[in-house]
């Protein structure tokens, strides 16, 4: 592929969707990639296809919205830059042209990124010798990455600042270090596996984060055992041990990743599993507390409408019938940029004049109320989630998956635990 692209090469990519990193994955190792603002996909399995398809229908409101499957490819150029591009399974065009693709990059100016994680923006008609000296000078900035990339690897907790101009959630790409890591990996198992495969199926899957400005997103690792069936005895063993070091054995619950926006320093801060396999109890409830600060105060207006859908949930599990979910993960997402706080006497006519400062402790002589935030929560991850319907497996399981009930009643009452302890 060369430098830059040539007319033919922009009609061959206009037939797919140029996939980019999708920088709200928070824990997890199977990368996510941005379809479009509201789809993302990730590589197939075929046990977690096999559940979207057939999952009961009282459960999907608490997963995301299936959307189908697509062919990925991926070339590299002698630079080592990446394109990876989502195509219509099996020349089923319909597929892809059904989804809203309204906000992805014109197709004459492509997105691309490499697997040193400096990423460029290229044009047909940028000359070459720009194009050049662009690429001198990414090299130069890649060697400073990778010594950061080295240093992110070894942080388990991370604060960045976001840039305050346009739009805040356009400012994450260079941020989320764990979507860093996942991304740079799939990339390179997809570079190794080249001279022998160069199409994979990757599912299409609703993106969760999608409604909100500055998503807060805490993943959590559900259950009290984590090993699939079908796991070997060295994984099995590994998985085990992971629980009984953890949260995992004694509440049923830890922290998998997580990403706050602290509205007080206009920063981000990032928690990766490593430091959420390490929490005690304890840990588990400040690493929650944390989660819903935004760093000036609590958002206590998220507690009812959390615990109400966590409680929910719980009930929906308790009825199914030979479902396990393990290694499966729950999502908490909810808007760290709140909308304004409205006086207790204003009139509806002044709450747009309200500024952001307004509602700052200093102001004073007002009092405030909080308005509605929405909140999500949301199962992922099924690939070793098995079912007596499935038919093919070995083992059978009879009533429900008490370790992830376990989990979640636990989680429950430590929310709890926190909502009223802020209340006093």
């Avoid at 008609?125 to 990455?145: A, D, G, T």
Wanted: hydrophobic residues 30%.
């Amino acid at each position: 592929m060369s430098p830059a692209f040539g007319a033919m090469e922009v009609e061959h990519y206009s037939k797919g969707v140029l996939l980019e990193p999708f920088v709200h994955q928070v824990g997890g190792h199977s990368c996510v990639l941005r379809f479009n603002d509201k789809t993302i996909c990730k590589p197939l399995i075929q046990r977690e296809h096999q559940f979207y398809e057939t999952l009961p229908t009282e459960m999907r409101k608490f997963t995301p919205q299936y959307e189908g499957v697509v062919s990925v490819s991926f070339e590299e150029d002698e630079d080592g830059n990446l394109c990876l591009i989502a195509y219509p399974l099996n020349g089923d065009h319909d597929n892809l042209e059904s989804l809203d693709n309204s906000d992805c990059e014109p197709k004459s100016k492509l997105l691309r990124w490499t697997n040193k994680k400096t990423m460029l923006l290229e044009n047909e008609k940028i000359p070459k010798e720009w194009v050049r000296q662009h690429r001198k000078e990414e090299k130069m900035k890649s060697h400073k990455l990778e010594e950061e990339f080295e240093w992110l690897k070894k942080s388990e907790v991370l604060y960045y600042t976001v840039e305050k101009k346009g739009n805040v959630s356009s400012q994450f790409k260079h941020h989320n270090p764990w979507s860093m890591k996942c991304h740079q990996q799939q990339l390179q198992r997809m570079k190794e596996n080249a001279k022998h495969r160069n199409q994979y199926k990757f599912i299409l899957l609703e993106n969760l984060t999608s409604r909100y400005e500055v998503p807060c997103v805490l993943d959590l690792k559900m259950g009290t055992r984590q090993h699939g069936d079908d796991a070997s005895e060295e994984k099995k063993a590994n998985q085990i041990r992971k629980c009984q070091q953890s949260t995992s054995a004694v509440i049923g619950v830890r922290v998998c990743g997580m990403q706050v926006y602290q509205a007080g320093t206009g920063q981000l801060m990032f928690m990766n599993k490593y430091h959420g396999r390490k929490l005690s109890v304890q840990g588990f409830k400040e690493a929650l507390y944390q989660f819903f600060h935004n760093g000036k105060y609590l958002r206590r207006e998220l507690f009812e409408s959390v615990i109400k859908k966590l409680t929910e949930l719980k009930s929906v599990l308790e009825k199914q019938e030979s479902y396990r979910f393990y290694s499966s993960s729950l999502l908490i997402i909810y808007d760290g940029k709140e909308r304004q706080e409205v006086a207790v006497d204003s009139d509806p006519e002044d709450i747009e004049d309200l500024s952001e400062e307004s509602s700052d402790e200093s102001a004073g002589a007002y009092a405030y109320k909080p308005t509605a935030s929405t909140v999500d929560v949301r199962m992922i991850d099924f690939a070793h989630t098995t079912c007596k319907y499935y038919g093919e497996d070995s083992v059978v399981h009879e009533g429900q998956d008490t370790g992830y009930v376990f989990g979640l009643q636990n989680l429950i009452d430590i929310i709890k635990e926190i909502r009223d302890e802020s209340s006093e």
